[in-house]
């Protein structure tokens, strides 16, 4: 059974950092994406990576601050989030694709979605 378990989500202020990890198992995966929704608003894609790690995509509103990398020793995806703003609150969600091989921005191209994780930054 695939399964994506998100952790290290949390209150922060405006101007800090914060990590968050999606950690596989079950099967093998193409690329994952990270996805938040705010309450009232659709959910949004953040930045996705291929497995490999190779390859990179970010949105506009997180590029610069976020990083995605690959954890090979704990079979995760890392989210590292610097220079957090209160706009940036969100459930945070990781995503994995069986069939993408490359970080799509679209959430229908993912199979797989972890429970989520929230994240509060004030101001």
């Known amino acids: 059974q695939a399964q994506l378990v998100e952790s290290g989500g949390g209150l922060v202020q405006a101007g800090g950092s914060l990590g968050l990890s999606c950690v596989a198992s079950?099967?093998?995966?193409?690329?994952v994406g990270w996805f938040r929704q705010a309450p009232g608003k659709a959910r949004e894609f953040v930045g996705a990576i291929t497995w490999s790690g190779r390859n990179t995509r970010y949105a506009d509103s997180v590029k610069g601050r976020f990083t995605i990398s690959r954890d090979n020793v704990n079979n995760a995806v890392s989210l590292q989030m610097n220079d957090l703003k209160p706009e940036d609150t969100a459930v945070y969600y990781c995503?994995?694709?069986?069939?993408?091989?490359?970080?799509?921005?679209?959430?229908?191209?993912?199979?797989?979605w972890g429970q989520g994780t929230q994240v509060t930054v004030s101001s």
């Open positions: 079950g099967r093998t995966f193409n690329s």
């Open positions: 995503a994995a694709s069986t069939n993408w091989a490359h970080p799509t921005p679209m959430p229908q191209n993912y199979d797989y």
